[in-house]
């Protein structure tokens, strides 16, 4: 076991965990946000640098701080290891430099992106990035491609966190789908639009944070904000059944897998569940989905963040030599969201 | 028993010999009605004459179209989301390979309408929509028989090519002043640098 400390909220866990692990044991705000790390796929983490942490002091036996800030989903905690997420100015002011990177190829397309509103990147933006953008050049642009008839890619919008292709590596099998090319020019491909029928293939559709990957079956037909989810299950012989429905009145515009708390897939679902069974009288329904910290549907979703922001300026204030931090851009004022 | 203590009996009194001829009552009323042809009249003869109105009135929608022509709208939903009169619907659609001098972006709207009669003309729509497509202008929105003719589609809320519509009596200091946190990168493209706006301004 090791004794860890973030943001002054101490918890004992099991050696091998990783900050980003530890923090989500505590829980709350506190929580770095991640793009490219989710829990149900395996190595993944590590490419988009949105979940990084100040260590302030290196364990107890070395309690020399870590130079750099450390990506907490792949650094694992050592006994008497004192983190700073919130509570460091220099941390938050990296954590918007990441973001200004990660948006500087996305397109600011959010009105016509069927992600808006569930989106992560959006929610990222908001939450830690800046108002404005530096970037004055043009953006990559690609085709949009058809992977099979059902899912569209839109490699405008990708911002190359790896998920869609660890879960094409270990959800479904044949993997046909991968990153060609490197650094700028690197993007997600099929080997020449190679349509991918595999069973399991629309998940890269949940696990996409942002539109790149999005259901060619719910394509424009509403908002997210519009439409109701439901969770529900059938019987399925491929899969576990348990997904979530999006109404819009009387109708399921779409299906998706249900997720857990911090927006990340908790049962893959099959193409035949999400695609083909879009009738009421398929499905059992248990109830309305809770929708807690990932989308703009749960009520007051940026109203509560401005609340924490003003909180975080507050502690700020009181730490030493806190005339002395200057953020700048207005980045964290919240009247400036 | 009464309600309040404020009723009051009415009681029907017996007219008086003058009041019975009934002639100077009619007089006094003519008197009052020939005094009116040399009066000022207050009443003004729109459409011929126009009243003047405020800068920062706000009436007839429009769904303006960029300097080539295509339509801003995207089908976004943030003028119905942010109208506390819910008087906006849309449905969008996807644009075509050869659509694109009709739309900008890649979606559009192809149903969008505004109730004229639950508009309660408070420009949120404007405030909100982040394409700079929708105005309120300064045109009085006609009166019509039925409450069908009352709900405008793009028909009646798209300007047309040839006469575009001018929305810069709004668009004053202090409007912009006000807007200017919008910064609306995304309304720019880099093959023309200069900032995608209205052509009025």
């Not at chain 1, 989903?73 to 460091?88: A, F, I, K, P, Y």
Request: glycine share 6%; with cysteine.
């Amino acid at each position: 076991m090791a004794k860890v400390t973030i943001d002054g909220i101490s918890v004992e866990v099991p050696d091998g965990t990783t900050i980003l692990q530890a923090a989500r044991m505590i829980g709350g705000d506190i929580v770095p946000p991640t793009m490219c790390y989710h829990s149900k796929l395996k190595t993944s983490g590590g490419y988009c640098r949105t979940c990084i942490v100040k260590v302030t002091k290196g364990s107890e036996k070395d309690p020399r701080p870590m130079p750099k800030p450390v990506a907490s989903c792949r650094t694992t905690v050592m006994d008497g290891m004192e983190v700073q997420n919130l509570t460091s100015p220099d941390l938050l002011e990296a954590r918007a430099g990441v973001v200004e990177f990660l948006l500087i190829n996305h397109p600011l397309d959010c009105p016509v992106c069927d992600q808006a509103g569930e989106c992560d990147l959006q929610n990222l933006a908001y939450e830690n990035g800046k108002a404005g953008t530096r970037y004055e050049f043009p953006r990559r642009e690609f085709e949009r491609i058809d992977i099979g008839d059902k899912i569209q890619l839109h490699m405008n919008r990708c911002i190359l966190c790896y998920r869609c292709v660890k879960t094409a590596d270990q959800v479904t099998d044949g993997r046909v789908h991968g990153v060609i090319n490197r650094g700028d020019v690197a993007e997600i491909s099929t080997y020449i639009t190679n349509a991918i029928d595999n069973d399991f293939s629309g998940n890269m559709i949940d696990v996409c944070p942002v539109g790149a990957l999005t259901d060619k079956t719910f394509r424009f037909k509403s908002r997210v904000w519009y439409t109701k989810p439901m969770d529900a299950h059938c019987k399925c012989t491929k899969c576990s059944g348990k997904v979530r429905l999006w109404y819009k009145g009387e109708e399921v515009l779409r299906v998706t897998g249900r997720r857990d708390q911090f927006g990340e897939v908790t049962d893959w679902i099959c193409n035949e569940c999400r695609f083909e069974k879009k009738k009421t009288s398929d499905w059992t329904i248990e109830g309305p989905a809770h929708i807690d910290r990932d989308s703009v549907i749960s009520a007051n979703h940026y109203e509560s963040l401005k609340a924490l922001k003003a909180d975080i300026d507050r502690q700020r204030k009181a730490l030493p030599h806190g005339d002395k931090v200057t953020l700048g851009h207005g980045a964290l004022d919240p009247n400036n969201q | 028993m009464a309600l309040t203590n404020r009723s009051k009996t009415v009681t029907v009194r017996e007219l008086t010999w003058s009041e019975k001829l009934y002639l100077p009552a009619i007089f006094k009323g003519m008197m009052i009605t020939f005094s009116h042809l040399f009066k000022r009249t207050p009443t003004i003869k729109y459409p011929d004459v126009k009243r003047e109105i405020a800068p920062v009135y706000r009436g007839q929608h429009v769904l303006k179209r960029d300097e080539a022509g295509a339509e801003r709208c995207t089908a976004c939903g943030l003028c119905a989301v942010a109208c506390p009169a819910e008087a906006i619907t849309m449905e969008s659609a996807e644009r075509k390979k050869g659509e694109e001098n009709l739309y900008r972006e890649e979606k559009y709207a192809s149903i969008y309408e505004i109730n004229m009669l639950r508009c309660i003309f408070c420009g949120l729509c404007e405030e909100a929509c982040p394409k700079e497509a929708i105005f309120l202008t300064d045109r009085i929105v006609p009166s019509s028989f039925t409450r069908g003719e009352e709900v405008f589609g793009k028909d009646k809320l798209v300007e047309t090519t040839e006469s575009p519509i001018d929305v810069t009596l709004r668009q004053r200091p202090e409007v912009l002043e006000f807007k200017k946190d919008k910064r609306h990168y995304h309304n720019r493209t880099f093959k023309d640098a200069k900032p995608r706006i209205n052509k009025h301004h």
